[in-house]
C-alpha cells in the first residue's frame, strides 16, 4: 500500500498532540472552590498585644466562574491565646464581601488570592489571603494580612459547616 511508510509517523505525530493537548488542558483546568467552608484564620503578628494566637473563624460561601470568586463570609468564633472562647449569634455577626481569582498560569504553581472586606462593630477593614491548596483533602491553606491592627497570620479552609450553621 502506498500510505504505509508515511501513516503510521502521522499517526504517532497526532497522538503524541493529543496527549500533549489532554495534559495542557488538565493542567488549566481551574479548580472548583464554590460551595460552603469553613474558615480558621490564626493570628501570628499584630499591633494589638491580646491578638497573637488567636483562632477566629467564619463560615464562608463562595460563588465560582471560572477564575472569578465572589461570596460572604461571616464570624462565629473567637478562641483567645489564654482558651477563652466568644461565640457569634444572630446580629452579632460580622459579615465580609469576598472577591477575588485564580493567579498563576499552566506551568505555575496556582492560588486563590481573595480580598474580605469586613464591616465589624467599630470600623470596617480590609483582609487579603492567598490560599494554595491542599490535594485530596478537600482543604486550603495559605497567608493572610488585615487593616484591621496590621494582623497576619495562617489561615485553613475545610469544606462544608463543621459545627456551625447560618442560623441567625
Known sequence: ?????????????????????????????????????????????????????????????????????????????????????????GSHRQRAEISGGLLGGVFERRQFQLLFREHGAHRSHATTHRLERRVGRGEWRGQFCSSAASVAGQARWSRGLGSFSFRR
Open 1 to 89: 500500500m502506498w500510505w504505509a511508510p508515511w501513516a503510521g509517523p502521522m499517526l504517532g505525530s497526532v497522538a503524541a498532540g493529543g496527549m500533549v493537548g489532554l495534559g495542557v488542558l488538565a493542567a488549566t483546568r481551574v479548580p472548583d472552590i464554590s460551595g460552603v467552608w469553613t474558615m480558621t484564620t490564626r493570628q501570628q503578628s499584630s499591633l494589638a498585644s491580646e491578638t497573637p494566637g488567636m483562632d477566629v473563624t467564619y463560615l464562608v460561601m463562595l460563588s465560582q466562574r471560572r477564575g472569578r470568586v465572589e461570596g460572604i463570609a461571616e464570624r462565629v468564633r473567637d478562641v483567645h491565646a489564654d482558651g477563652s472562647v466568644r461565640n457569634y449569634t
